[in-house]
């Protein structure tokens, strides 16, 4: 996974940000005194969280099916 496909997925992002981190990026000049290492520790974390952006990136695996036998 990219930083470009990560961040082809922003509204994803920013929604988890906010929901998880309760950080509204959109906030005037936020991201302005915030450091790149810290918005991309958050975002890292998001794909370790249950979030969005973790669903859609990294799918939970199906579960294997029960042969049915009897």
């Known amino acids: 996974m ?3 496909q990560l961040l082809a997925e922003w509204p994803l992002i920013e929604a988890d940000l906010h929901e ?5 990026v959109g906030a005037p000049g936020l991201l302005d ?5 810290w ?3 958050r975002i890292l974390g998001l794909l370790s969280a249950d979030s ?3 669903r859609l990136l ?3 695996s199906e579960p294997s099916k029960a042969t049915g036998r009897t």
């Open 2 to 4: 990219t930083w470009a």
């Open 20 to 24: 998880v981190y309760g950080v509204d």
């Open 33 to 37: 005194v915030r450091t790149w290492r």
């Open 39 to 41: 918005l991309r520790v």
């Open 52 to 54: 969005r952006i973790n």
């Open 58 to 60: 990294l799918p939970p």
